[in-house]
């Protein structure tokens, strides 16, 4: 009797420790870069299984596979919709078809840039906004143009020839104003949907229009992936925000769908609301695609002049809320910055290092 009562204490505390600290994390994927010898081994001793770098150099991405490889680490090229420089190498003299805004947030643009105070008055850079407007200081592509699904295929056709790269990455897919493009081929494209769906007002009208669009953008660019080589995976971060629906991300047909679940700055999330988006970043994972999986982003920057600090029992808090809301998958943005940084990186170990000890 004393023996068995014993028995069950030792098993409860056990229990209780594992609920608390260990979870049931399966992935943990990194987005930064850095020379492959030095970053690779330092992500796999606290437990990475990926990166994804926004590099789309064969040779630089042939070493990373390389190094990767030998540490069990996949790697992934990023493709990212604010790549104009990308577009200028590719497209030479051809002007890059640019996103653009109205009149109210080009002034909230001027406004954001102007703003030199640190953490620039709560801006969020294409997060939740904080201020009354707020739009991203990074130009765009737009993708109702398509010359820019082409250009794009292009850059997902050469990258996937690089020999055991495991897949490709989208990043920045999404709106510069949060909600919809404003060009003039964005306006006509839009006109024409309109006439398919005579019956929606038209505010409801640009808010379904904007969100099918860049759905299928993304969903087109994902089966052209697969197309070209089969066993690519694909991953992505939904971002910047699209407000009338920021938790899209189960209606996009990619392997490995990352949705932020706590954002970098202040005001830092709740627990609460980290569990809750967490709840439906993998509880509704497989709602239009069965074989998608839900990913939680994490942001973490340790640079302590630019942005406040996470300290280590702000992200233990965030770690385990993506637990309790059900989830078995992380991104962390930047890699970089978890490496940099040692209270960052125990953090991390404890969640995700295996074996454990
Ligand atoms: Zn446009």
């Known amino acids: 009797m004393t023996l068995k009562r014993v028995a069950c204490c030792v098993c409860l505390i056990l229990a209780l420790e594992s609920a608390q600290v260990e979870g049931q994390f399966v992935q943990l994927t990194g987005w930064g870069g850095g020379k492959p010898e030095e970053i690779v081994p330092q992500a796999a001793e606290i437990g990475f299984n990926e990166i994804i770098v926004w590099n789309q150099s064969p040779d630089y991405l042939a070493q990373l596979v390389e190094v990767g490889r030998k540490h069990n680490i996949g790697i992934y090229s990023s493709i990212f919709l604010s790549d104009v420089k990308g ?15 109205d009149a109210r947030e080009n002034a909230a643009l001027e406004r954001i ?3 030199t105070s640190k953490g620039k008055s709560n801006y969020q850079y294409g997060g939740e906004p904080v201020q009354s407007i707020e739009v991203l200081t990074y130009p765009m592509l737009c993708f109702h143009v398509p010359a820019v699904l082409e250009f794009f295929k292009e850059q997902i056709r050469d990258v996937l020839a690089v020999p055991g790269l495991k897949g490709i990455a989208f990043d920045f897919f999404g709106y510069r104003n949060y909600q919809c ?9 839009f006109e024409e949907w309109r006439k398919q769906h005579p019956d929606l007002e038209p505010g409801k009208a640009l808010e379904q229009f904007s969100l099918e669009t860049l759905v299928n953008f993304t969903n087109t660019l994902a089966d052209y992936a697969h197309s070209v080589r089969r066993e690519a995976r694909v991953a992505c ?8 629906e920021p938790l899209y991300g189960n209606r996009l047909n990619v392997d490995y769908c990352g949705q932020t679940a706590a954002w970098y700055f ?13 709840r439906v970043i993998f509880g509704q994972e497989k709602k239009h695609f069965p074989k998608a999986e839900g990913v939680a982003l994490v942001g973490v920057y340790t640079r302590p002049k630019l942005y406040p600090v996470k300290s280590p029992e702000r992200l233990t808090l965030e770690l385990q809320a993506i637990l309790d809301g059900g989830g078995d998958r992380v991104q962390v943005c930047s890699l970089n910055d978890v490496l940099n940084d040692k209270d960052t990186r125990e953090v991390f170990k404890r969640f995700f290092k295996r074996p454990r000890p």
């Open 266 to 278: 202040d005001p830092l999330w709740s627990r609460e609301k980290i569990r809750d988006y967490s």
């Open 237 to 244: 971060h939904v971002y910047p925000v699209f407000l009338p």
């Open 181 to 189: 493009c404003r060009c003039k081929e964005s306006q006509a494209a």
């Open 87 to 101: 577009w200028m190498k590719r497209r030479g003299g051809i002007a890059p078809p640019l996103q653009e805004m």
């Open 113 to 115: 840039q102007a703003d």
